[in-house]
C-alpha cells in the first residue's frame, strides 16, 4: 500500500472514531433517558397516553416509550463499537504496516455496514407491512 492509500485510510479512521465517540455520548444518552421514562411511567404515562391510545393503562405508554429510548441506544452501541475498532486497528495499521490491524480494521468496517443494511432491509419491510396495514384500514373504514 503507497504512502497516499495509507493517508487515506488514516483520515478515515480518523472520522471513524469521531463518529463512534459521539454515537458512544448518544447512546448513553438514550440509554439515560430510556431508563427514566421506564422508572418515571406512571408519572409520564398519563401524558403520554394520547400518544398510544386511551386504551393504555396509566404508566404502560411511558414504560413502552422508555423501552423502545433504551433498546434503541443498545443498537446503537454495536454500530458505535464496530466504527471505534475500526478506526482503532486502522491507526494501528496506518503507523505499524501490520496487516493484521488492517484486516481487523476492515473486518469491522464490514460489520458496521453489513448492521446498517441488515437494519435498513428490517426497516423497508416494516415500512412496507405499515403502508399495507394503512390501506387495509382504510378501506375497511371505507366499507
Do not use: H
Not at 83 to 101: C, M, N, P, Q, V
Not at 115 to 127: F, Q
Request: one cysteine or more; aromatic letters at 12%.
Amino acid at each position: 500500500m503507497d504512502s497516499l492509500q495509507k493517508n487515506y485510510l488514516a483520515e478515515t479512521a480518523r472520522w471513524q472514531r469521531f463518529l463512534g465517540v459521539v454515537m458512544m455520548v448518544f447512546t448513553v444518552l438514550m440509554i439515560l433517558i430510556g431508563l427514566f421514562f421506564i422508572v418515571a411511567g406512571s408519572v409520564l404515562g398519563d401524558s403520554m397516553g394520547d400518544i398510544f391510545g386511551e386504551d393504555v393503562p396509566n404508566g404502560l405508554a411511558g414504560i413502552l416509550a422508555g423501552v423502545v429510548y433504551f433498546l434503541g441506544g443498545i443498537l446503537y452501541f454495536f454500530f458505535a463499537r464496530y466504527l471505534l475498532r475500526s478506526a482503532k486497528a486502522l491507526k494501528a495499521y496506518s503507523i505499524t504496516d501490520d496487516e493484521a490491524d488492517l484486516t481487523e480494521g476492515l473486518k469491522n468496517n464490514k460489520s458496521y455496514f453489513k448492521l446498517s443494511g441488515v437494519l435498513l432491509i428490517i426497516s423497508l419491510c416494516l415500512i412496507a407491512l405499515l403502508i399495507v396495514a394503512v390501506i387495509v384500514a382504510a378501506i375497511a373504514a371505507a366499507v
